[in-house]
């Protein structure tokens, strides 16, 4: 079982920055994959980035690519989004997914879920 906590959401203006961080537990973090994923008020969850467990794998939506830089530093148990360039349209429930192989987050989403953290971008 791996459990995940999502922070660092809030309300930032366009053009502003914020970053999420999502928290796992267990000892075996660096052996999943993990991603980002969002979900607008009235829109389907969407997909946003995926890193694979050793970090040299990244894969974004291109809604987000240029903008957005997923990382994780697996001695703290913890995977980041960086989001830069904000936008109004950014705005989103933000949850964080784990799975064993990357493919899995990118087709169908992760075996676990954060409960989310929400991101206001105001124009």
């Known amino acids: 079982q791996v459990q995940l906590v999502e922070s660092g959401g809030g309300l930032v203006q366009a053009g502003g920055s914020l970053r999420l961080s999502c928290a796992a537990s267990?000892?075996?973090?660096?052996?999943?994959?993990m991603g980002w994923f969002r979900q607008a008020p009235g829109k389907e969850r969407e997909f946003v980035a995926v890193?694979?467990?050793?970090?040299?794998?990244?894969y974004y939506a291109d809604s987000v690519k240029g903008r957005f830089t997923i990382s994780r530093d697996n001695a703290k148990n913890t995977v980041y989004l960086q989001m830069n360039s904000l936008k109004p349209e950014d705005t989103a429930v933000y949850s964080c997914?784990?799975?064993?192989?990357?493919?899995?987050?990118?087709?169908?989403?992760?075996?676990?879920w954060g409960q989310g953290t929400q991101v206001t971008v105001s124009s």
């Open positions: 890193l694979s467990g050793s970090g040299g794998f990244t």
């Open positions: 997914v784990a799975a064993r192989f990357y493919n899995t987050i990118v087709v169908r989403g992760g075996d676990y």
């Open positions: 267990g000892r075996t973090f660096s052996t999943y994959a």
